[in-house]
């Protein structure tokens, strides 16, 4: 058993006293911001940096696409009389009121043969702006283009868009959230599924994170798999149905993906990446969100492996 191993080891066993589980004893690390390197091994190094966001940091910048097409025309399966918009408009404005900071900005855009932003605000002033932008979402939906979805494209363009707004702010460490909410089919844009992933890849936005909600996406969706295999997108929630309940659901799983960010990375000699993990937590106040960091790196080998090595350095 070699030092770390020992050291850990001690851990555990100090743990087993306490009464507590493994998990718990992590949750101090995540209360504070903190920045890491190690090395360990010849020409080998390991760093992390963890920033938790707490009321009075900078404003984020939340893109939210919705597939503005036939599709979520159809009424909701189960008891309530609604369509499928209404409710996604509903989840939306509750993920807005319940979970963004009064400073935040958030951007709507709507997706169908066309891509149009409907409207940029302060997430405080979301009640001023509810009835304008279910107007314009209820004419996308009536309109000639409705029959078509160009979802490579409303990435891609809300991408371009975000970028020219990092250049002309002075902030530069601003997260930036672009969250596209859709079934996964794609059959108007000029972008292919690859050349979407690559721009995503390359951005030049410092804190970018993207978020797929999906719905009724097949298991042999191309989507599906480059969406699983890229390390830019954040996060993959699929929910089976348009039910209200699992729509519910799926947006509640994007509250969990918008607060807090954990990176590790290990690198080689002259700044060669090796492997890099990263995670996103969210939670009502600074506590919640350590204590949903420290279980979920627990509960990850790779996570949990790789800040113990931080841990003991």
Not at 45 to 68: M, Q
Not at 186 to 196: I, P
Not at 236 to 250: F, G, H, Q, V, W
Request: hydrophobic letters at 35%; proline letters at 3%.
């Amino acid at each position: 058993m070699n030092s770390d191993e020992r050291a850990i080891s001690r851990l555990e066993t100090s743990r087993q006293l306490r009464g507590q589980s493994p998990w718990q004893l992590g949750v101090p690390f995540f209360l504070e911001n903190w920045n890491r390197n190690r090395d360990v091994g010849v020409g080998q190094s390991i760093s992390g940096e963890y920033n938790i966001h707490k009321p009075n940091d900078g404003i984020a910048y939340i893109h939210i696409l919705l597939d503005a097409t036939g599709s979520t025309r159809i009424s909701c399966p189960g008891a309530e009389r609604t369509e499928v918009w209404e409710q996604l408009l509903k989840q939306f404005e509750k993920l807005v009121r319940e979970t963004l900071r009064p400073g935040d900005v958030v951007y709507i855009w709507a997706f169908n043969t066309t891509t149009t932003q409907l409207c940029k605000f302060e997430a405080k002033d979301l009640d001023s702006k509810s009835k304008s932008i279910r107007r314009q979402y209820k004419d996308l939906l009536r309109g000639e283009g409705s029959g078509g979805t160009c979802l490579y494209d409303a990435v891609v363009e809300a991408l371009k868009f975000q970028i020219v707004e990092e250049n002309n702010r002075s902030t530069v460490d601003a997260d930036c959230f672009l969250v596209p909410f859709t079934d996964g089919m794609d059959n108007s844009s000029k972008t292919s599924l690859e050349s979407m992933m690559l721009q995503i890849k390359v951005a030049p936005i410092n804190r970018l994170h993207i978020i797929f909600v999906t719905a009724n996406l097949p298991q042999n969706s191309p989507l599906k798999e480059e969406l699983q295999a890229a390390v830019n997108v954040k996060a993959l929630i699929e929910y089976e149905t348009s039910k209200a309940e699992d729509m519910s659901r799926a947006f509640d799983d994007l509250r969990t993906q918008i607060k807090a960010i954990l990176k590790i990375t290990v690198s080689l000699d002259h700044g060669r990446v090796i492997h890099s993990i990263s995670n996103v937590e969210y939670g009502s106040s600074s506590s919640e969100v350590a204590e949903r960091m420290s279980r979920t790196v627990y509960e990850v080998r790779d996570f949990r492996d790789a800040l113990n090595q931080l841990r003991l350095g």
